[in-house]
């Protein structure tokens, strides 16, 4: 069974305690989202993206393809230890945008969300169930490569992702290679951590509450490492809060 302890430690949304202390000390490098899948960078057109990420990077990302019924689609460079960073622009050839609309009004690459990876993803849905967190069901979903293979997995997204700030999870198809496998490049990923808190997902207990931090913004950083020399991303500003007890007074 899929443990609250395991899935804290694995697959918490918070960037906190169980992945990156928010006050690490300054001579200990922070640790990696162990399961993180990969980091969606939006930007309004994917060509433009493509060379924006090259001229941060030295690393020219290659096409991954469409998603079909969602209005996208992206590029891939490789991040390192399985990871990998997915450029996400509105793609041309289809008639509506319907997934992270934010991202054809950005004016610089930003993270607009992130994955992480599991093999239990329905335990996943059933313990944010469980926790009372709202989530969409499992979906499944597809895209063609340009060399013709189709890549399949299932995800699962928040009903509230704090504007990417909180990830989402997907579960890779066992005959599906993981896209990490051929990305170009040789990025690394360094650090990946919010700036301020961001609740943990699912709580850490029963009877809690998220409580707003005053006048606190968080906002996720990518530290990478490319060939042109390290580069920062950055996700869009959203209120710092955290988890307090229900019968906490309010602040």
Same mark, same amino acid.
């Given at each position: 069974?899929?443990?609250?302890?395991?899935?804290?430690?694995?697959?918490?949304?918070?960037?906190?305690?169980?992945?990156?202390?928010?006050?690490?000390?300054?001579?200990?490098?922070?640790?990696?989202?162990?399961?993180?899948?990969?980091?969606?960078?939006?930007?309004?057109?994917?060509?433009?993206?493509?060379?924006?990420?090259?001229?941060?990077?030295?690393?020219?990302?290659?096409?991954?393809?469409?998603?079909?019924?969602?209005?996208?689609?992206?590029?891939?460079?490789?991040?390192?230890?399985?990871?990998?960073?997915?450029?996400?622009?509105?793609?041309?050839?289809?008639?509506?945008?319907?997934?992270?609309?934010?991202?054809?009004?950005?004016?610089?690459?930003?993270?607009?969300?992130?994955?992480?990876?599991?093999? /239990?993803?329905?335990?996943?849905?059933? #313990? &944010?169930? +469980?926790?009372?967190? @709202?989530? !969409? $069901?499992?979906?499944?979903?597809?895209?063609?490569?340009?060399?013709?293979?189709?890549?399949?997995?299932?995800?699962?997204?928040?009903?509230?992702?704090?504007?990417?700030?909180?990830?989402?999870?997907?579960?890779?198809?066992?005959?599906?290679?993981?896209?990490?496998?051929?990305?170009?490049?040789?990025?690394?990923? /360094?650090?990946?951590?919010?700036?301020? #808190? &961001?609740? +943990?997902?699912?709580? @850490?207990? !029963? $009877?809690?509450?998220?409580?707003?931090?005053?006048?606190?913004?968080?906002?996720?950083?990518?530290?990478?490492?490319?060939?042109?020399?390290?580069?920062?991303?950055?996700?869009?500003?959203?209120?710092?809060?955290?988890?307090?007890?229900?019968?906490?007074?309010?602040?």
């Amino acid at each position: 069974m899929f443990s609250r302890r395991t899935f804290l430690s694995a697959s918490t949304g918070a960037l906190a305690a169980s992945f990156l202390p928010q006050q690490a000390p300054p001579d200990v490098t922070p640790a990696m989202p162990a399961d993180l899948d990969h980091i969606i960078v939006g930007y309004p057109n994917l060509e433009d993206g493509i060379a924006r990420l090259f001229h941060l990077s030295g690393y020219h990302a290659a096409v991954g393809g469409s998603h079909p019924g969602r209005g996208t689609r992206n590029a891939l460079l490789n991040l390192g230890n399985t990871s990998y960073l997915e450029i996400l622009s509105p793609d041309p050839a289809q008639p509506a945008l319907l997934w992270h609309k934010e991202i054809a009004s950005l004016t610089e690459p930003t993270i607009v969300g992130w994955a992480i990876r599991t093999k /239990e993803l329905d335990d996943v849905a059933s #313990l &944010l169930k +469980e926790r009372g967190v @709202p989530f !969409a $069901d499992p979906i499944a979903s597809s895209r063609i490569r340009p060399d013709g293979q189709t890549l399949r997995w299932r995800m699962l997204l928040l009903a509230d992702d704090r504007k990417g700030n909180l990830p989402f999870f997907i579960e890779w198809d066992a005959a599906s290679p993981h896209p990490s496998a051929d990305a170009p490049g040789g990025c690394l990923l /360094e650090e990946f951590r919010p700036t301020g #808190l &961001l609740p +943990e997902i699912p709580p @850490p207990q !029963a $009877d809690m509450r998220l409580h707003l931090v005053p006048g606190k913004q968080s906002q996720l950083r990518a530290k990478i490492a490319g060939l042109s020399g390290v580069f920062e991303l950055a996700s869009i500003p959203v209120p710092s809060e955290h988890w307090v007890p229900k019968e906490s007074p309010i602040l």
